[in-house]
């Protein structure tokens, strides 16, 4: 794959995961699906474009393909159980969100600035949703027990959702001319 088509295929996969922060945006406004569909769909759609983008990567490879496939795992598991609640689905969110920050810190350890720059910003974006969801999470237990979930717990999960996948977005469009041509150091030597 040329250099040219790489750059084009990581920067696409930016701007569709950006669309898709849309969607997530929109998810307090969906009243005819379950959130558990639509977030599991939104998610196998997201992890299915970053593993696109992972596959025209050079040396971030593995790392790019471990958190797209952490995102469509994580869908998978939504869009297949039709018990999970919304609970079991905030918490697997939550560990989708780390398992994501830490293949993102680990591309950044094995890559030199601009990109590690963007690879640490998009993992700390993700680690800090998920602390800030687990922190949440005792009192939206408390509130949902007392009056069900309510809209405002589903706004604020489907903004931590649209904020992770404009990261990650931003992050692939930014990142996409030097993923093209970058070179592993051992391969030159």
Do not use: Y
Request: with cysteine; proline share 4%.
């Amino acid at each position: 794959m040329s250099d040219q088509t790489r750059k084009l295929v990581i920067r696409s996969a930016g701007v569709l995961i950006i669309l898709l922060a849309l969607g997530a945006a929109l998810l307090p406004m969906e009243r005819g699906l379950p959130g558990r569909l639509v977030v599991g769909w939104l998610l196998v759609a997201a992890g299915l474009v970053e593993l696109a983008a992972a596959m025209a990567r050079r040396i971030h490879r593995p790392s790019a393909a471990v958190a797209g496939a952490a995102t469509v795992l994580a869908g998978l598991r939504l869009v297949l159980d039709p018990n999970a609640g919304f609970f079991p689905v905030l918490n697997l969110v939550i560990l989708w969100l780390v398992v994501r920050s830490a293949a993102l810190a680990f591309a950044a350890s094995r890559c030199r600035d601009p990109l590690q720059s963007w690879f640490v910003l998009s993992a700390a974006t993700d680690f800090l949703l998920a602390v800030l969801l687990l922190s949440g999470l005792p009192i939206a237990v408390i509130v949902a027990g007392l009056f069900g979930v309510t809209s405002e717990i589903v706004a604020t999960f489907a903004w931590v959702l649209a904020i992770s996948f404009v990261a990650t977005g931003i992050m692939l469009i930014a990142v996409a001319p030097g993923e093209a041509c970058e070179r592993d150091e051992s391969a030159r030597a």
